[in-house]
């Protein structure tokens, strides 16, 4: 198959070198002209375990090639993915300005009907106005290609992307048109031989399905961090804990096995209750801009923890909460400053949610 995948950061290089290990043509635009140097030379850009073999390889063979030049790349690509970066912006939402620059040159250069698939981890909605950008540029230059948008969130972990993406736990295609959904099945078999399930959905489930699963992950270590402090006080290993716990398959699907507790093996204390805030961010930041009360564990767990965290070994959650310093849900109940507040503002919200986050 012939493929373009635009933006080759993390997800991008390890998406286009994975694609062409199993066989499809694929050509990577970034508009960062040093990495596209270095990768075309064979020169890692990232560390991951495996990838240079790879990427060499394929670069020898023919089927990997890198451009700045997306007239080059998009023109005859079956599927076009997206791959470009979503940081958080001020208000706590994902910048989409990247995507939005990307979906335009592809409808700058579509020549044929094409799937353009969206893998940044991007808020509901997102494959409409992506739709939307395409289209606005095909018009303008009076083009009548069609074109199909999927979702598809990608659930790598750096450290074990290759194994990862050629071996994923899940498939998540966002979908609703059959042709797309045929190409995409055609593309991701070699990589669910093993029996991996390939869930398929309407897009806006599957932008939603990587949200709250990122939120899922940083409850679990918002969780595994306050056991961790409770172990310190009472002499129990966290280690052991951890595995006695994990050990409980009806509390963990298979999945969850290795990404979270690989993570919380990784994270101390505090780096982790970072990951937490970051990852659910995003998922705040949607529950506040729907006017949704959110008052999930997850996010009055992390508000909670936020100033216990730094203090990680010698902290005393109950003490500081008594000083009344940050204790705020964000649902529409908050309490700031020890003063009771209910029915808050959605801007009041926002700035509790904003101090909560970003501190
Ligand atoms: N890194 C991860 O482990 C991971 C895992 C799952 C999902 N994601 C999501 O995948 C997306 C990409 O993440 P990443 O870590 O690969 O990002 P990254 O920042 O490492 O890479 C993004 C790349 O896109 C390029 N780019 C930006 N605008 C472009 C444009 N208009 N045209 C061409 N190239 C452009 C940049 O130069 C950069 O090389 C994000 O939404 C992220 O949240 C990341």
Same mark, same amino acid.
């Given at each position: 198959?012939? @493929?373009?995948?635009?933006?080759?950061?993390?997800?991008? *290089?390890?998406?286009?070198?994975?694609?062409?290990?199993?066989?499809?043509?694929?050509?990577?635009?970034?508009?960062?002209? !040093?990495?596209?140097?270095? *990768?075309?030379?064979?020169?890692?850009?990232?560390?991951?375990?495996?990838?240079?073999?790879?990427?060499?390889?394929?670069?020898?063979?023919?089927?990997?090639?890198?451009?700045?030049?997306?007239?080059?790349?998009?023109?005859?690509?079956?599927?076009?993915?997206?791959?470009?970066?979503?940081?958080?912006?001020?208000?706590?939402?994902?910048?989409?300005?990247?995507?939005?620059?990307?979906?335009?040159?592809?409808?700058?250069?579509?020549?044929?009907?094409?799937?353009?698939?969206?893998?940044?981890?991007?808020?509901?909605?997102?494959?409409?106005?992506?739709?939307?950008?395409?289209?606005?540029?095909?018009?303008?230059?009076?083009?009548?290609? !069609?074109?199909?948008?999927?979702?598809?969130?990608?659930? @790598?972990?750096?450290?074990?992307?290759?194994?990862?993406?050629?071996?994923?736990?899940?498939?998540?295609?966002?979908?609703?048109?059959?042709?797309?959904?045929?190409?995409?099945?055609?593309?991701?078999?070699?990589?669910?031989?093993?029996?991996?399930?390939?869930?398929?959905?309407?897009?806006?489930?599957?932008?939603?399905?990587?949200?709250?699963?990122?939120? *899922?992950?940083?409850?679990?270590?918002?969780?595994?961090?306050?056991?961790?402090?409770?172990?310190?006080?009472?002499?129990?290993?966290?280690?052991?804990?951890?595995?006695?716990?994990?050990?409980?398959?009806?509390?963990?699907?298979?999945?969850?096995?290795?990404?979270?507790?690989?993570? @919380?093996?990784?994270?101390?204390?505090?780096?982790?209750?970072?990951?937490?805030?970051?990852?659910?961010?995003?998922?705040?930041?949607?529950?506040?801009?729907?006017?949704?009360?959110?008052?999930?564990?997850?996010?009055?767990?992390?508000?909670?923890?936020?100033?216990?965290?730094?203090?990680? !070994?010698?902290?005393?959650?109950?003490?500081?909460?008594?000083?009344?310093?940050?204790?705020?849900?964000?649902?529409?109940?908050?309490?700031?400053?020890?003063?009771?507040?209910?029915?808050?503002?959605?801007?009041?919200?926002?700035?509790?949610?904003?101090?909560?986050?970003?501190?």
């Amino acid at each position: 198959m012939r @493929l373009t995948v635009i933006g080759s950061g993390y997800v991008g *290089l390890v998406a286009a070198t994975c694609f062409a290990e199993t066989g499809n043509q694929v050509s990577v635009v970034d508009i960062d002209a !040093g990495r596209v140097e270095r *990768l075309t030379a064979g020169e890692l850009t990232i560390y991951e375990p495996g990838l240079g073999e790879l990427l060499r390889s394929n670069l020898a063979s023919g089927r990997l090639r890198f451009t700045t030049e997306a007239a080059v790349a998009v023109p005859g690509a079956e599927a076009v993915f997206l791959c470009v970066g979503t940081p958080m912006g001020v208000d706590g939402a994902a910048d989409l300005s990247a995507v939005e620059a990307a979906a335009r040159s592809i409808g700058r250069h579509l020549d044929a009907w094409t799937v353009v698939v969206g893998k940044s981890t991007v808020p509901v909605g997102t494959a409409a106005r992506v739709r939307g950008w395409v289209q606005a540029e095909l018009d303008r230059r009076g083009a009548a290609t !069609g074109f199909a948008v999927v979702s598809n969130p990608e659930f @790598l972990k750096e450290g074990a992307a290759v194994e990862d993406f050629l071996r994923p736990d899940r498939v998540v295609l966002g979908v609703d048109d059959p042709r797309a959904e045929q190409i995409l099945r055609d593309l991701y078999a070699a990589f669910v031989r093993n029996g991996q399930r390939i869930y398929v959905m309407d897009p806006r489930s599957a932008e939603m399905t990587k949200y709250a699963a990122n939120g *899922l992950l940083a409850t679990k270590i918002s969780y595994i961090n306050e056991i961790a402090a409770i172990c310190e006080r009472v002499g129990a290993d966290v280690a052991q804990v951890r595995q006695g716990v994990g050990a409980d398959i009806a509390c963990r699907p298979a999945a969850d096995a290795v990404g979270c507790h690989e993570l @919380l093996a990784r994270q101390r204390c505090a780096s982790g209750a970072t990951i937490a805030k970051a990852q659910i961010g995003f998922v705040v930041a949607v529950a506040l801009r729907h006017e949704l009360g959110l008052e999930a564990v997850a996010v009055e767990q992390i508000a909670h923890r936020r100033p216990c965290s730094r203090r990680a !070994g010698k902290r005393d959650c109950g003490q500081r909460r008594q000083r009344g310093r940050v204790h705020a849900g964000v649902g529409g109940r908050s309490r700031v400053e020890g003063r009771n507040k209910r029915n808050a503002s959605p801007r009041q919200r926002r700035s509790i949610a904003a101090r909560i986050l970003y501190g």
